[in-house]
């Protein structure tokens, strides 16, 4: 066991991926994506391997469970933050589903040639939100809001959570600069991955982040969500799913793919309040906003 965690500490040092990463191989099983399928496959067990990004893992998880009952084969998710999970399977050179948070690092994942673009598949939507702790202690109710004295917020880390990037471009388009330099002196953290965004509410480590609306539906006895009002919506997200280019069994990949897309796997998304189709999406917002895209993260929110 001691080999095996230094082994997967030497791959996040070369990955210059986060702890998050490490948690994702311990979920698993503890041991690299190599050992995990020969152990299972000595064992007798169909196993696939995704790499997913955390703004779909409490749904992903359950519908993967399901799965497994219902066919006998077993899906292995590593999560983390979309761009760093994709840079482990491009170094790792294995895999069979890319399943990231939003669309920005799909299209980067199909310009590079490491899905079968033929196979992509939009599955639900996402809006992006402020959320706090439930009562809202803080009395946030604005963007504005973020940036008085004293309240501590955090966001994703824009250089590869997607909802991070997402986090940059509202305070970019809305916030002067005066307004943006009081709201980066109120950052205390940036997080890992969205599942990392969520409990720095959860564990009351920040007053507020800009994460998704499905964030209160995730934990809602701790995280309240407060709505951006539409005009600072800048665009719905979505979560899409692929064939990883890397796959030793396309068929399978494939399959466990469309029962996500299918009845079964979408009725998990709605119960954890995923929105089935762009007009929810834009009905919650109260307006029709741009659907995916990509946003270029200015180089002052990458950090050295």
């Known amino acids: 066991m ?3 965690r230094v082994m997967v500490r030497c791959l996040l040092a070369v990955l210059g991926a986060s702890p998050l990463t490490l948690a994702g191989f311990a979920q698993s099983g503890g041991g690299a994506p190599s050992d995990q399928g020969a152990r299972t496959k000595a064992a007798g067990v169909r196993t696939l391997l995704a790499y997913v990004g955390a703004a779909s893992k409490p749904a ?6 399901l799965y497994e009952r219902k ?4 899906v292995e998710l590593l999560f983390g933050g979309s761009g760093y999970v994709l840079s482990q399977m491009k170094l790792a050179k294995q895999g069979d589903v890319y399943f990231p948070g939003s669309s920005d690092y799909m299209e980067k994942a199909k310009r590079d040639g490491d899905v079968f673009v033929e196979t992509e598949k939009v599955l639900v939507y996402l809006v992006p939100a402020i959320n706090v702790q439930r009562g809202n202690p ?15 917020v955090a966001i994703a880390n824009p250089e590869g959570v997607c ?3 997402y986090a940059v471009e509202i305070v970019e388009r809305e916030f002067t600069a005066e307004e943006k330099e009081a709201f980066r002196r109120n950052l205390i953290n940036y997080t890992e991955s969205c599942e990392k965004t969520a409990a720095a509410i959860s564990l ?12 209160e539906h995730w934990d809602p006895e701790r995280i309240e969500t407060v709505r951006l ?6 665009r719905i997200g979505y979560l899409p799913v692929a064939v990883s280019k890397f796959t030793k069994d396309r ?4 399959a466990f793919i469309d029962f996500l897309a299918g009845p079964e796997g979408r009725a998990v998304f709605a119960r954890y309040h995923y929105f089935a189709t762009v007009d929810d999406a834009a009905a919650w917002i109260g307006e029709d906003k741009p659907v995916g895209g990509e946003y270029r993260v200015p180089g002052e929110w990458i950090r050295k």
Do not use: C, H, Y
Not at 210 to 215: D, L
Not at 229 to 234: F, H, L, S
């Open 204 to 215: 009351k480590m920040a007053d507020a982040v800009i994460g998704w609306s499905v964030f």
């Open 251 to 254: 068929a399978a990949a494939q």
């Open 2 to 4: 001691a080999n095996r």
């Open 60 to 65: 992903t998880e359950e519908a993967a469970r």
């Open 229 to 234: 009002p539409k005009e600072q919506v800048p």
């Open 71 to 74: 066919t006998g084969v077993k």
């Open 163 to 165: 909802v991070g990037a």
């Open 138 to 152: 803080q009395n946030i109710r604005t963007l504005k809001d973020l940036t008085r004295p004293g309240v501590k």
